[in-house]
């Protein structure tokens, strides 16, 4: 069982930038593959990035590469989503998850965070 939780969401300018934490709770935190999702106000849930258990492996959705960066410390049992030059298109509740085996489907993920609003103004 894990529990996680999301923080340093919050209203930024355009071209600005923040960091995601998410901290997680449970003995099998070490071993989970991460992800980091968003929801958008009449959309989908979609894919960010995702970071292998030992931080060797990440993806990331192509609206994000070069901008967000995904990484982990296991000793912190913490996540963190590095997002700069944001854009307006990246407001969005962004959710952070967990499952046991490597996937970047959203459906197939197992714990989830509550979720913490991201605003961008143009």
């Known amino acids: 069982q894990v529990q996680l939780v999301e923080s340093g969401g919050g209203l930024v300018q355009a071209g600005g930038s923040l960091r995601l934490s998410c901290a997680a709770s449970?003995?099998?935190?070490?071993?989970?593959?991460m992800g980091w999702f968003r929801q958008a106000p009449g959309k989908e849930r979609e894919f960010v990035a995702a970071?292998?258990?030992?931080?060797?492996?990440?993806d990331y959705a192509d609206s994000v590469k070069g901008r967000f960066t995904i990484s982990r410390d296991n000793a912190k049992n913490t996540i963190y989503l590095q997002m700069n030059s944001l854009k307006a298109e990246d407001t969005a509740v962004y959710y952070c998850?967990?499952?046991?085996?490597?996937?970047?489907?959203?459906?197939?993920?197992?714990?989830w965070g509550q979720g913490t609003q991201v605003t961008v103004s143009s």
């Open positions: 998850a967990a499952r046991r085996f490597w996937t970047i489907k959203t459906q197939e993920y197992d714990y």
């Open positions: 449970g003995r099998t935190f070490s071993s989970a593959v």
């Open positions: 970071i292998s258990w030992s931080g060797s492996v990440t």
